[in-house]
């Protein structure tokens, strides 16, 4: 294989990734539909808009044509919200070769039917297609800026897994392999939805205590429909599982969890998202999640109040006292 990329999408996270591969010497090309963004990018060498103050390397190539991104490289990662990764894989697909490489670093669920990723790539492409995920713990600006980072890269094919991890590790950016694709999948959109729990809480004034037990009785959301869906126990308490959770549960750096913070201190989910300004993807998560849970029959409490909160207006503080009124019951922890 090839050491060349091709990233599409080029906010915040798909920039740090294209960043992380060019600092590695390997041939890079970043992608966007917005030609108005491209231009911005080679004019400034700089990301303004979602990560200002990193300057790009010069090695990066930009481009806003697609057809030119999927002929650079055999390795395509692709790095766009949830809601636009089923039309931009539509796009792409008469461009590809029988070697292409599919890759994703989006987390979350298709909007349609709240089938995983791989599943829209599967039935777009062909299952014969080799593909991976990346997942974990990450805030882009650090990865950019080159703090110390450890993600997941899951793939059904070791040798490609393999491939990804050459593009992307080194002493600043520490990746480790894995073959649960369904697992590191769910860990990386549910806990999305968990951090606006979280920080729903802390807007409302609650402490430590609350946040370690959301973040913990979570995990344990997230552990039983993982492993319903084929997911292996062991990927949830690992970088895709926990170690994604607690950043993102913990930190303002979070979207989802600063979006929790406002509605827990009594601003709008309108007001909010257009405060943020980017995609938060836990909005569409909860009500993926929410229906996954339904659908199978799980029973996950805090997903089903934050997305009584999102959708069903639900004062967030009825949805905590709904938490705390629950039945007693016997810890249990579904790990085997």
């Known amino acids: 294989m090839s050491s060349s990329i091709s990233v599409l999408g080029a906010g915040s996270w798909g920039t740090a990734l294209a960043v992380q591969a060019a600092k590695n010497d390997c041939q890079t090309m970043l992608w966007a539909h917005n030609s108005e963004h491209i231009d911005s990018l080679s004019i400034n060498r700089e990301n303004k808009r979602y990560l200002p103050g990193l300057k790009l390397p010069e090695s990066i190539i930009l481009t806003d044509n697609l057809e030119q991104a999927a002929q650079f490289s055999d390795v395509i990662l692709i790095s766009v919200p949830s809601h636009a990764f089923k039309d931009t894989l539509i796009k792409l697909k008469p461009f590809l070769n029988k070697n292409t490489k599919i890759a994703w670093a989006t987390k979350g669920f298709n ?3 709240g089938s995983l990723l791989s599943s829209i790539v599967e039935q777009t492409l062909s299952n014969k297609v080799y593909t991976a995920v990346l997942s974990g713990p990450t805030f882009a600006q ?5 703090l110390p980072t450890a993600i997941t890269i899951a793939s059904a094919t070791a040798e490609f897994s393999d491939h990804l991890s050459n593009i992307f590790h080194n002493q600043c950016f520490r990746t480790y392999t894995s073959n649960d694709i369904v697992g590191v999948q769910i860990g990386g959109a549910v806990k999305n939805v ?4 979280a920080g729903i809480a802390d807007g ?3 402490g430590a205590n609350t946040r370690s037990a959301l973040i913990t009785r979570g995990l344990q959301e997230v552990i039983r429909l993982g492993t319903k869906l084929g997911g292996q126990p062991d990927t949830f308490m690992g970088l895709a599982g926990l170690g994604d959770l607690i950043l993102t549960c913990t930190d303002d750096q979070s979207r989802n969890r600063r979006l929790g913070l406002a509605l827990g201190q009594g601003k709008t989910k309108e007001q909010t998202i257009k405060l943020i300004g980017q995609e938060v993807e836990g909005i569409s998560a909860a009500r993926e999640t ?4 339904r659908k199978h029959k799980i029973d996950m409490p805090i997903i089903e109040q934050t997305y009584k909160v999102l959708y069903e207006d639900l004062d967030p503080h009825v949805a905590v006292q709904n938490l705390l009124t629950r039945d007693q019951k016997a810890e249990s922890l579904h790990i085997d």
């Open 111 to 113: 909007a349609d039917d």
């Open 142 to 146: 650090e990865v950019a800026t080159g």
């Open 194 to 197: 968990l951090a606006i729990a």
């Open 204 to 206: 409302l004034g609650f």
């Open 290 to 293: 929410f229906l996954l849970a």
